[in-house]
């Protein structure tokens, strides 16, 4: 089981950016799907997530209304799209699958790799 991040880069502040994550040696189709960030010297976070049954979205308080998560189930896909980035969205951005709660590191089985995203003042 991968999944694969890709989409990162520099960006300036109010740019934006599209992150994806291919998911492959299986299906999650019953599986939340969800981005999580961590910046330098701090702990990984919820960004947001996606759950494939019932496409509902959820959002952490600080990327509310700038980002917004979607799916493609036929392509396996998940995207992060990100618009008027901030410096503060600086980090390693990782994508993940789980099948409990959506807003938990723990609660998520499979990740993948990261990808960075940097945004400059």
């Known amino acids: 089981v991968q999944l694969q991040a890709s989409g990162g880069g520099l960006v300036q502040a109010g740019g934006s950016l599209r992150l994806s994550c291919a998911a492959s040696?299986?299906?999650?189709?019953?599986?939340?799907m969800g981005w999580f960030r961590q910046a330098p010297g701090k702990e990984r976070e919820f960004v947001a997530a996606i759950t494939w049954v019932s496409r509902g979205t959820y959002y952490a308080d600080s990327v509310k209304g700038r980002f917004t998560i979607s799916g493609d189930n036929a392509k396996n896909t998940v995207y992060l799209q990100m618009n008027s980035l901030k410096p503060e969205d600086t980090a390693v951005y990782y994508c993940?699958?789980?099948?409990?709660?959506?807003?938990?590191?723990?609660?998520?089985?499979?990740w993948g790799q990261g990808t960075l995203v940097t945004v400059s003042s």
């Open positions: 993940a699958a789980g099948y409990g709660s959506v807003w938990y590191v723990r609660d998520y089985d499979y």
């Open positions: 040696g299986r299906t999650f189709s019953s599986a939340t």
